[in-house]
Nanobody, 122 residues
Framework: QVQLVESGGGLVQAGSSLRLSCAAS????????MGWFRQSPRKEREFVAF????????DYADSVKGRFTISKDNAKNTMYLQMNSLKPEDTDIYYC???????????????WGQGTQVTVSS
């Protein structure tokens, strides 16, 4: 069983940066491909970013390409999402999860954390 805990969210102004962290329990973190998703009320949870187990392959939603960077520190059992040039439309609850099968859909991931709120003011 894997437990994930997100942190690092907050209230920032447009153009600012934040770094989210996703801390994992368990001894096999280095073998996990993982991802970040986000969701706000009345919206479906949407894919944000993906990393392969060792970080050699990453993928991003078009809306965050060039602004967000996903990374994974297997020695610390932690995944990160560096978010730069934040926009008000980035306001959401951000979740991390483990990929259980190929794909970028919600059903392709499991072991969701509780989420961390990111609010970007204009």
């Amino acid at each position: 069983q894997v437990q994930l805990v997100e942190s690092g969210g907050g209230l920032v102004q447009a153009g600012s940066s934040l770094r989210l962290s996703c801390a994992a329990s368990g001894r096999t973190f280095s073998s996990y491909a993982m991802g970040w998703f986000r969701q706000s009320p009345r919206k479906e949870r949407e894919f944000v970013a993906f990393t392969s187990p060792a970080g050699e392959t990453t993928d991003y939603a078009d809306s965050v390409k060039g602004r967000f960077t996903i990374s994974k520190d297997n020695a610390k059992n932690t995944m990160y999402l560096q978010m730069n040039s934040l926009k008000p439309e980035d306001t959401d609850i951000y979740y991390c999860a483990v990929q259980i099968r190929s794909g970028s859909g919600v059903s392709d991931y499991a072991y969701w954390g509780q989420g961390t709120q990111v609010t970007v003011s204009s």
